[in-house]
C-alpha cells in the first residue's frame, strides 16, 4: 500500500552538521517536520557558554518545532512525541534510541549511516574508512533495529575515497550523498517500492573480517612512528581537520592536519629533520612524514613555512 510522500508527518532527530543537509533536504522537499529533536546545549568553547547544536541553530533558523530532552525514556517526553502523530521519524548522527522511540510511528524510524553498511558500523565511520586506506565507502538507510547500526538496509550508495582526502573534504561529499539517498529512500518507503535487506545477507566471503568504527579517543590520534609511512599518512587524513593526529616535537604536543609522504633511508623511527626554514619530517619505518600543516600546543594552526619561521630548536 502506497501513501503520498509528500504529506508524511516526519520527525527528525541529529545534531552535527552531518545531518543538518539531510534535514535541510527535507525541508527543500516540501515535507512536513512534525519536530526536530537534538542533544540538550552543552558548556563549551573558551568562555563554556552553553554552545546549540548544529541542527538546532538550522530548526531554530527555519522556525521548526524543537525538542531537547535530556532522557529519551521521560514518560512526559515519549508521551510529547506521541502526540506529534508522525508518520516517519529519521535519524543522522543521533545517540541510541530506545525501543519505545524508534519502534513508534507507522513507518518505523530509518536511519542514514556514513559508511556501506555491515562494515564500519559505530561512531566514526568516515574517519576509520581513511585510516583503513580504503579506496571507496558509501552511504546507507537502513531501519532501525535494537543492537546499533544493524537493521535492515533500505538504499546504499557508494562514494570514491581520493588518496589525498582529508575525513573533512570527505565528510562534506557524503553528507550530501547522504541527504540524497534519503529522499530517495522516502519516496521508496511511501510508495511501498523497497525491499529491506537483513544485513546477514551481505554477510560472504567479501565481509568475513568485520571493519568496525569506534569513537575516535586521544590514544587512537597519537602517532606511532614505528608504522610505515602509508600507515600514518593515512591516520593524519583520516583524523584531519577534526580531532587531528598529533605527535610531540620537544616536549609540546604538535598537532598534524596535513603532511606528504617522502621515500627516504631507514633511520630511527620518530627522529626529524629539518632546515628549520621550509621543511619538517619525521622519519617511519619505511620514510618519512614530510608536516605541511600543524599547531603547536597554545599556538594557532600555520603552514609548516611559518611555524618554523617563529620555532626554536634547542641547541
Request: charged share 20%; aromatic share 6%.
Given at each position: 500500500m502506497s501513501v503520498d510522500y509528500q504529506k508524511l508527518r516526519i520527525i527528525f532527530l541529529g545534531t552535527p552538521d552531518f545531518a543538518v543537509a539531510?534535514?535541510?533536504?527535507?525541508?527543500?522537499?516540501?515535507?512536513?517536520?512534525?519536530?526536530?529533536?537534538?542533544?540538550?546545549?552543552?558548556?563549551?568553547?573558551?568562555?563554556?557558554?552553553?554552545?546549540?547544536?548544529?541542527?538546532?541553530?538550522?530548526?531554530?533558523?527555519?522556525?521548526?518545532?524543537?525538542?531537547?530532552?535530556?532522557?529519551?525514556?521521560?514518560?512526559?517526553?515519549?508521551?510529547?512525541?506521541?502526540?506529534?502523530?508522525?508518520?516517519?521519524?529519521?535519524?543522522?548522527?543521533?545517540?541510541m534510541l530506545p525501543e519505545a522511540v524508534w519502534n513508534m510511528p507507522p513507518l518505523g524510524t530509518i536511519n542514514v549511516h556514513g559508511s556501506l553498511l555491515p562494515q564500519y558500523r559505530g561512531a566514526a565511520p568516515i574517519n576509520w574508512a581513511i585510516i583503513n586506506g580504503e579506496s571507496e565507502t558509501g552511504v546507507t538507510t537502513f531501519k532501525l533495529q535494537h543492537q546499533i547500526d544493524t537493521g535492515d538496509i533500505l538504499l546504499q550508495e557508494t562514494v570514491s575515497?581520493?588518496?589525498?582526502?582529508?575525513?573533512?573534504?570527505?565528510?562534506?561529499?557524503?553528507?550530501?550523498?547522504?541527504?540524497?539517498?534519503?529522499?530517495?529512500?522516502?519516496?521508496?518507503?511511501?510508495?511501498?517500492?523497497?525491499?529491506?535487506?537483513?544485513?546477514?545477507?551481505?554477510?560472504?566471503?567479501?565481509?568475513?573480517?568485520?571493519?568496525?568504527?569506534?569513537?575516535?579517543?586521544?590514544?587512537?590520534?597519537?602517532?606511532?612512528?614505528?608504522?610505515?609511512?602509508?600507515?600514518?599518512?593515512?591516520?593524519?587524513?583520516?583524523?584531519?581537520?577534526y580531532p587531528a593526529a598529533f605527535t610531540e616535537l620537544n616536549g609540546k604536543k604538535l598537532k598534524i592536519f596535513s603532511a606528504l609522504k617522502e621515500?627516504?633511508?631507514?633511520?630511527?623511527?620518530?627522529?626529524?629533520?629539518?632546515?628549520?626554514?621550509?621543511?619538517?619530517?619525521f622519519a617511519c619505518a619505511d620514510g618519512w612524514i614530510s608536516i605541511k600543516e600543524v599547531q603547536l600546543e597554545g599556538k594557532k594552526r600555520m603552514n609548516i613555512a611559518a611555524f618554523l619561521s617563529g620555532y626554536r630548536f634547542p641547541e
Open positions: 539531510a534535514l535541510d533536504s527535507l525541508v527543500q522537499a516540501g515535507y512536513t517536520i512534525a519536530a526536530v529533536i537534538t542533544a540538550p546545549d552543552k558548556p563549551g568553547g573558551r568562555g563554556m557558554g552553553l554552545q546549540q547544536s548544529a541542527v538546532k541553530q538550522y530548526a531554530v533558523q527555519k522556525s521548526l518545532r524543537l525538542l531537547q530532552p535530556e532522557k529519551l525514556k521521560d514518560p512526559d517526553f515519549l508521551e510529547n512525541l506521541r502526540s506529534l502523530q508522525a508518520d516517519l521519524q529519521v535519524v543522522v548522527a543521533f545517540r575515497i581520493g588518496e589525498t582526502d582529508t575525513a573533512g573534504e570527505l565528510h562534506d561529499r557524503m553528507k550530501l550523498a547522504g541527504a540524497a539517498l534519503l529522499l530517495t529512500t522516502i519516496q521508496g518507503l511511501a510508495e511501498g517500492s523497497l525491499k529491506e535487506v537483513p544485513q546477514s545477507a551481505y554477510d560472504d566471503a567479501a565481509t568475513a573480517h568485520q571493519k568496525h568504527a569506534p569513537k575516535i579517543f586521544t590514544d587512537t590520534c597519537k602517532v606511532n612512528w614505528l608504522r610505515s609511512s602509508t600507515d600514518v599518512y593515512n591516520l593524519i587524513r583520516g583524523l584531519s581537520p621515500a627516504g633511508a631507514a633511520v630511527s623511527a620518530g627522529s626529524t629533520d629539518t632546515d628549520q626554514r621550509t621543511y619538517l619530517r
